[in-house]
């Protein structure tokens, strides 16, 4: 995997465009899924798991309020894809803390509908 480069870039937006930013970060954290934004040329993909934060500077010149957004990268290991526990199974799973399930991952992603009701006859 190739070494990223430090970078610190602070991009202006117009009013409409940031809101638009601002929208779709809020419903890819509602909905519990992957935000990904385009900042000066290059794509980010911020995980499920990243957490969040807000940040107020205040100086004799004047304020300034930062939303943030952390992650950790795995150093040249490959990322398993972000998956919750639905909060009807793990209840102390919420939108602030999601939980991460191995045994649920086959259940919830790769079986067709069908297979999620429970069996209509015994199991021998």
Excluded at 17 to 24: D, E, I, M, P, S
Excluded at 83 to 94: G, I, K, Q, Y
Aim: hydrophobic share 40%.
């Amino acid at each position: 995997m190739e070494a990223k480069q430090k970078r610190d870039i602070d991009k202006e937006y117009p009013k409409a465009a940031f809101v638009a930013k601002l929208r779709r970060l809020a419903d890819a954290i509602e909905s519990g899924s992957r935000f990904e934004i385009r900042i000066e040329g290059e794509r980010i993909s911020v995980p499920v798991r990243a957490a969040f934060s807000i940040e107020h500077e205040r100086s004799k010149d004047g304020e300034e309020i930062e939303f943030q957004i952390k992650w950790e990268r795995a150093s040249g290991a490959v990322q398993p894809p972000d998956f919750r526990v639905p909060n009807d199974l793990a209840p102390e799973a919420t939108a602030a803390r999601p939980m991460f399930c191995p045994a649920r991952v086959f259940h919830y992603v790769f079986l067709p509908a069908s297979c999620h009701r429970p069996p209509t006859h015994p199991i021998a």
